[in-house]
Nanobody, 123 residues
């Protein structure tokens, strides 16, 4: 059974850090481009970051560039999103998605999706 499960969300103060994880079962994440998305209440879904399956290149939205880092842990079939210097506007449900083709494809919303993990940045 193909499944993606996000974890690592929670409540953190502004300026704090969290590391989200996207764990896969039923397929090998290294064969897929992996994207992280977020959606806050009343806002459109935003593609936050992506890591390619072809050359390991990465993409970051301007809103998170320099603060978030995406990485693979192939031994654990997991992709992480390290989030530093968190701001209240980072509050959202964060989802990961996997597409076998490319970051361009996964960032359009195709592929497998997880159910999300809540991140709340508040003092």
């Amino acid at each position: 059974q193909v499944q993606l499960v996000e974890s690592g969300g929670g409540l953190v103060q502004p300026g704090g850090s969290l590391r989200l994880s996207c764990a896969a079962s039923g397929f090998t994440l290294d064969d897929y481009a992996i994207g992280w998305f977020r959606q806050a209440p009343g806002k459109e879904r935003e593609g936050v970051s992506c890591i390619s399956n072809s050359d390991g290149s990465t993409y970051y939205a301007d809103s998170v560039k320099g603060r978030f880092t995406i990485s693979r842990d192939n031994a654990k079939n997991t992709v992480h999103l390290q989030m530093n210097s968190l701001k209240p506007e980072d509050t959202a449900v964060y989802y990961c998605a996997a597409d076998p083709h490319s970051c361009r494809a996964v960032l359009t919303g195709t592929g497998y999706w997880g159910l999300g993990t809540q991140v709340t940045v508040s003092s």
